[in-house]
């Protein structure tokens, strides 16, 4: 069982916008601002899409937007394309004991 | 453009030591404020970190797995590699090698290159 919960599928239609929760506890999503999220096709190497709650890195569309809200992160895609099919996971600094914990990411279907 | 690749055996028998090792190109392993980190993802499951070193060698580990686990740096070689001792089935999962770096140029907020991973199935 991941630290960090995700639901395991999202789906929408192209153009259309999707969020994908991630909920923690008071010891990582809340008490630290450094939330991240990856996007991962398949065989290939996971892709950094938001950094430090809501930073996108450069080359990211910003088609990808994220947040916080208490112990819940949020990632919003929109305009959804395609491409955009793939596996997203969540990930949280947790402290100097549990360090660096994940979510159990969730697969986004673009119907 | 930062690259890392993780190579080593794809089957290990129960009891035994996993040892794989990740390339580094585009970079220096041993400057700048980066950590390498080990992350694995058995099938069917989320990612798991298992832990990281620090450019000068520092170490720190997950706690589940911080009794068997060990990560060394090679600088001659720009590599680094994780062992994991007295492997068991729950131990079969996808290994990925990331580099861990922070917007503030210290300490780790994020993972910004990652290999494509390696399967690694604990099997006799």
């Known amino acids: 069982q991941s630290a960090l919960t995700q639901p395991r599928s999202v789906s929408g239609s192209p153009g259309q916008s999707v969020t994908i929760s991630c909920t923690g506890t008071?010891?990582?999503?809340?008490?630290?601002?450094?939330v991240s999220w990856y996007q991962h096709h398949p065989g290939k190497a996971p892709q950094l899409l938001i950094y430090?709650?809501?930073q996108r890195p450069s080359g990211v569309p910003n088609r990808f937007s994220a947040s916080k809200s208490g112990n819940t992160a949020s990632l919003l895609i929109s305009g959804l394309q395609a491409e955009d099919e793939a596996d997203y996971y969540c990930c949280s600094y947790a402290g100097t004991y549990d360090l660096w914990v994940f979510g159990g990411g969730t697969k986004l279907t673009v119907l | 453009q930062v690259q890392l690749q993780e190579s080593g055996p794809g089957v290990v028998k129960p009891s035994q030591t996993l040892s794989l090792t990740c390339i580094v190109s585009?970079?220096?392993?041993?400057?700048?404020?980066?950590?390498w980190n080990w992350i694995r993802q058995p099938a069917g499951e989320g990612l798991e970190w298992i832990g990281r070193?620090?450019?000068?060698?520092?170490?720190d580990y997950s706690p589940s797995l911080k009794s068997r686990v060990t990560i060394s740096l090679d600088t001659s070689g720009n590599q680094f590699s994780l062992g994991l001792d007295s492997v068991t089935a729950a131990d079969t999962a996808v290994y990925y090698c990331a580099r861990g770096t922070s917007a503030m140029g210290r300490g780790m907020a994020y993972f910004d290159y990652w290999g494509q991973g390696t399967l690694v199935a604990v099997s006799s």
């Open positions: 430090d709650v809501s």
């Open positions: 585009g970079g220096s392993i041993s400057s700048g404020n980066y950590y």
């Open positions: 008071s010891n990582d999503v809340s008490a630290y601002n450094f």
């Open positions: 070193i620090y450019s000068r060698g520092s170490t």
